[in-house]
């Protein structure tokens, strides 16, 4: 049984960083594209960044040059940095491996 398990949200200033982690246990996890989601209470679960197992990654637009995905598969981890962040980036942020979800974790953008 696939299971994900997101790590590193918090409460972050506007400008600030985050490096969100997500571990993926029970599964081949090399192969797959790993993607990041984001979801605002009352609003869609929104697509926030892809990486494929060979490293390929995209981008919404609104977090471009800003956010960077990047995997480690020797530790079944996909990784997501956002700097310069802003108000609006606040949300529950998960992680999804194929029809896997993790429960997500808050980031709050506040000052």
């Known amino acids: 049984q696939v299971r994900l398990v997101e790590s590193g949200g918090g409460l972050v200033q506007p400008g600030g960083s985050l490096r969100l982690s997500c571990v993926a246990f029970?599964?081949?996890?090399?192969?797959?594209?790993m993607s990041w989601h984001r979801q605002v209470p009352g609003k869609q679960r929104e697509l926030v960044a892809t990486?494929?197992?060979?490293?390929?990654?995209n981008y919404v637009d609104s977090v471009k040059g800003r956010f960077t995905i990047s995997r480690d598969n020797a530790k079944k981890t996909v990784f997501l940095q956002m700097n310069s962040l802003k108000p609006e980036d606040t949300a529950v942020y998960y992680c999804?491996?194929?029809?896997?979800w993790g429960p997500g974790t808050l980031v709050t953008v506040s000052s």
């Open positions: 999804n491996l194929q029809r896997s």
């Open positions: 029970g599964t081949i996890f090399d192969i797959y594209t």
């Open positions: 990486i494929t197992g060979g490293g390929l990654t």
